[in-house]
Each structure stands twice: as structure tokens, then as C-alpha cells.
């Protein structure tokens, strides 16, 4: 099962595609995740991907193709694989279609979590995330057993770099001019799944599960 999370910035890409990959027993790749480990081990990598992420910019696309096309060719994913923020743009989904064609392969599900503006904000002032192990969290609707503490590694959680008010408004502005004419490219593939981000996650997850038929 070949599946690519859609859907705005703090839409709940990164908590479904955990669930699901652990459900399904794949890979979760977010490219998210992988800028933000190199940038905590101070890659060449990460520190070019900073520059742009803390502007609420996207890396280019030349940092960021190669790099997934390379990682869905490893044996892990030979059953399937979870994309949590790639693609992004119209020339990253070129990319990844034509890695795919050329081993006869395509998408299954292209998932969007359609949630609108107005309530990302709120979800990302609330957010918090553990870097030392990467979970994520929410203030009222996902909260830390104990306050300000990782529940899996004990971690301290903090709020994202990426994620105040006027970083996220630019990461809205470029997720509808970038990001959002990818839903007419996988409509136009039937490959689009539709799925309603404003409910609880469980629900939310409900949906996914019932859809792709885990
Ligand atoms: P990335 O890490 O992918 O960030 P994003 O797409 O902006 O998405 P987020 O991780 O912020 O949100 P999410 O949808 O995963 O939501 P979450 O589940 O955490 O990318 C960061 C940056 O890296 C980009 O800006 C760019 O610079 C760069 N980058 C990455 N990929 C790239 C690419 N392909 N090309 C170029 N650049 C790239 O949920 C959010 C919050 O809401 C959490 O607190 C959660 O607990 C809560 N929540 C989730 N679901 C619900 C619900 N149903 N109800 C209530 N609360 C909920
Ligand atoms: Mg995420």
C-alpha cells in the first residue's frame, strides 16, 4: 500500500500517518522529520533545509527528491510506505511518478485532511513536539500525561520552531499557492481521497482505516 498524506500544514498529516503506518505495519517517511534530524545533527542538509524552514519557506525541490526517491527504493518499503509531506509542489510529484512508472509502480491513496485555515492556528499555537523522539502532542486536544513531558521518552516537549503565528501564516499562504494544486493532479490520477480533518482524531482515523480498507 503506496500512500501520500495531503492536507495544510498542522492538518494532522504527521498523527495519522503514525497510526496508519503502525496499523498497515509500513514505513512512515516525513520529510518534516528528516530535515528536522539532520538540522539536530548538523548536516550539510540540515542546515541548508533550516534557512528555508524557519521562513515557513520549502526547501527546494532538488534537496528534497532525490532524497525520497532514494528512500522508497530500500527494502523496508516493499510493501508500501506512508508519505507525510511530499510531495509538496507539481515538479515533486512529477518526480515521484516517474521513479514509480519506471518499476511499473503508482500511488494508491492520496489522502487530504481538509481542515480549514481558521482552525490550523489554533492547532499549531497548541502543538508541542518531542525532538528527541519526535512525538507530537496538543495542549487540549492531545495532551502530555505529565505537563511539558514526553510520554514515550521522557523528553522535554517544546513548541516548534516553525510554528509561531507569522511563521504559520506564511506556511499557509505557500501550502495554497505550492501544495494545493496537487489535489487536482491526484483527482485527475483517481488516486484523491477526501477525508474530513475536523473531528476528532480517532475519528479522523476511523475514516482513513474504513477508506483504504486496513
Ligand atoms: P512538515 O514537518 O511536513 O510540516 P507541515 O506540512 O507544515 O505539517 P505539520 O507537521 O506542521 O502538520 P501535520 O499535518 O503533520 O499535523 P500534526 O499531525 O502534527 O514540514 C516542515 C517544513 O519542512 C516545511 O515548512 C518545509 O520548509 C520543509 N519541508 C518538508 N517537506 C518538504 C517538501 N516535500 N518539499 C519542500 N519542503 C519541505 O497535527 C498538528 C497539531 O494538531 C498537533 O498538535 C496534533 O496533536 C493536533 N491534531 C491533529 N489532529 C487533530 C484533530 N483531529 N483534532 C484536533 N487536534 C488535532
Ligand atoms: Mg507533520
Known amino acids: 500500500m503506496k500512500i501520500i498524506m495531503l492536507g495544510a500544514p498542522g492538518a494532522g498529516?504527521?498523527?495519522?500517518?503514525?497510526?496508519?503506518?503502525?496499523k498497515c505495519g509500513i514505513p512512515h517517511i516525513s520529510?518534516?522529520?528528516i530535515f528536522r534530524a539532520n538540522i539536530k545533527q548538523g548536516t550539510e542538509l540540515g542546515r541548508k533545509a533550516k534557512t528555508y524552514m524557519d521562513q515557513g519557506l520549502l526547501v527546494p525541490d532538488e534537496l528534497v527528491c532525490?532524497?525520497?526517491?532514494d528512500r522508497i527504493k530500500q527494502d523496508d518499503c516493499e510493501r508500501g510506505y506512508i508519505l507525510d509531506g511530499f510531495p509538496r509542489t507539481i515538479p515533486q510529484a512529477h518526480a515521484l511518478e516517474d521513479a514509480l512508472s519506471a518499476i511499473g509502480q503508482k500511488i494508491d491513496y492520496a489522502i487530504d485532511i481538509d481542515v480549514p485555515d481558521e482552525n490550523i492556528i489554533d492547532r499549531m499555537a497548541g502543538r508541542r513536539s518531542c525532538p528527541k523522539c519526535?512525538?507530537?502532542y496538543h495542549i487540549k486536544y492531545?495532551?502530555?500525561?505529565?505537563?511539558g513531558i514526553?510520554?514515550?521518552?521522557?523528553?522535554?516537549?517544546v513548541l516548534r520552531e516553525d510554528d509561531k503565528p507569522e511563521t504559520v501564516k506564511n506556511r499557509l499562504s505557500v501550502y495554497?499557492?505550492?501544495?494545493?494544486?496537487?489535489?487536482?493532479?491526484?483527482?485527475?490520477r483517481n488516486a484523491l481521497a477526501e477525508i474530513n480533518g475536523v473531528q476528532p482524531m480517532e475519528k479522523v482515523?476511523?475514516?482513513i482505516v474504513n477508506l483504504i480498507g486496513a
Not at 492531545?142 to 505537563?147: C, I, L, Q, R, S
Not at 514526553?150 to 516537549?157: L, N, R, T
Open 31 to 33: 520529510t518534516g522529520d
Open 142 to 147: 492531545n495532551p502530555t500525561k505529565a505537563e
Open 66 to 69: 532525490d532524497l525520497v526517491v
Open 176 to 188: 495554497h499557492e505550492q501544495t494545493q494544486p496537487l489535489i487536482d493532479f491526484y483527482s485527475e
Open 150 to 157: 514526553c510520554d514515550v521518552c521522557g523528553g522535554e516537549v
Open 13 to 22: 498529516k504527521g498523527t495519522q500517518a503514525k497510526m496508519i503506518a503502525e
Open 134 to 136: 519526535g512525538a507530537t
Open 205 to 207: 482515523f476511523e475514516d
